[in-house]
């Protein structure tokens, strides 16, 4: 819960009960290069207009949806896209879980170092790149980079240069904080 910390990440929260189909709740949220804002599940609406919403540190709070189309509809839950709906928005921003980043790799470079892109980056975050040998191994060490912190703006891209020269085969992952 380190993005956007417990205070700001919501735990449990009223979905529609025309939704209810498992233990998850899933939106797409904002990307700065593809603005397809959709709900996969649906808030509740019934708290005049609005869903009660657990969070991280404990505290609850009901949020007032401002978009009529967050609203179920006769019933209906199929995905919707929902361009430019600020209650999506909000949600993204207090989820428990981003999407996955897109990654590119290039490389090695003359020097034999590998370049990681990563989209989209988050304004303030600590990046990490551990990587480790054999997908069979249960340990990540830190790689030769320092901790890299993030200060471009929401959706930007993050880039770390990576020397591999002393292996040629190595699992990488990178990790917000």
Do not use: C
């Not at 991280?56 to 199929?78: F, I, L």
């Not at 207090?94 to 470079?109: E, F, K, N, R, Y």
């Not at 020397?163 to 992952?173: G, K, N, S």
Request: hydrophobic fraction near 35%.
């Amino acid at each position: 819960m380190s993005q956007p910390g417990p205070a700001n990440t919501f735990v449990f929260l009223d979905e529609d009960p025309h939704s209810i189909n498992d233990g998850g709740f899933a939106n797409v949220g904002p990307n700065p290069t593809n603005q397809n804002h959709r709900w996969i599940d649906w808030p509740a609406t019934y708290h005049n207009y609005g869903a009660n919403l657990a969070f991280g540190d404990g505290h609850a709070e009901t949020h007032t949806w401002q978009d009529a189309r967050t609203q179920v509809q006769n019933g209906s839950v199929a995905q919707s896209t929902q361009p430019d709906n600020p209650d999506i928005v909000w949600l993204s921003e207090h989820t428990t879980v981003l999407a996955p980043p897109q990654i590119s790799i290039t490389g090695p470079d003359a020097e034999n170092n590998l370049t990681m892109s990563m989209v989209p980056g988050h304004a303030g975050a600590e990046y990490l790149v551990q990587s480790k040998d054999a997908l069979s191994s249960t340990w990540w060490a830190g790689t030769p980079i320092p901790t890299i912190r993030y200060t471009g703006t929401n959706g930007g891209t993050v880039s770390f240069t990576v020397p591999v020269a002393m292996d040629t085969q190595r699992f990488y992952v990178v990790l917000m904080r």
